[in-house]
C-alpha cells in the first residue's frame, strides 16, 4: 500500500489549504483513513479520521476548522484546514487502516507563519 500526501505549503494565519492523500489501492478497502501531524520535539499527533462507513472525528484542537472527506473513485482522502493557526505548523502524514495494520505516507510540510 502506498500512501501519496501533497497539498502542503507556506500560508498566513486564518488562511486554508487542502491536503490530499491518494491511496494505490480502493480506500474503501481500509476500516479507515486518518491524518496525523508532528511537529519538531513532540510526538505524533491524531488529526481526524474517516472511518469506512463515513462518520468522522476530529481531535478537539481542529474541530470546526478542520474537514477530512474522501473521494472513492479517485482513492483519495482529503483534510481541508480553515482559519489556520501558527499552532498548526507540523508535517502532515496520511494513514490508512486495515484491521489491525497501519499504513504511512510520507508527510507533508504545513507552515504557518506571517
Known amino acids: 500500500v502506498q500512501l501519496q500526501a501533497s497539498g502542503g505549503g507556506l500560508v498566513q494565519p486564518g488562511g486554508s489549504l487542502r491536503l490530499s492523500c491518494e491511496a494505490s489501492?480502493?480506500?474503501?478497502?481500509?476500516?479507515?483513513m486518518a491524518w496525523y501531524r508532528r511537529t519538531p520535539g513532540k510526538q505524533r499527533e491524531w488529526v481526524a479520521r474517516?472511518?469506512?462507513?463515513?462518520?468522522?472525528t476530529y481531535v478537539d484542537s481542529v474541530k470546526g476548522r478542520f474537514t477530512i472527506s474522501r473521494e472513492n473513485a479517485k482513492n483519495t482522502v482529503y483534510l481541508q484546514m480553515n482559519s489556520l493557526k501558527f499552532e498548526d505548523t507540523a508535517v502532515y502524514y496520511c494513514n490508512a487502516m486495515r484491521y489491525a495494520t497501519d499504513y504511512w505516507g510520507k508527510g507533508t510540510l504545513v507552515t504557518v507563519s506571517s
Open positions: 474517516i472511518y469506512r462507513a463515513g462518520a468522522t
Open positions: 489501492e480502493a480506500i474503501l478497502g481500509f476500516n479507515s
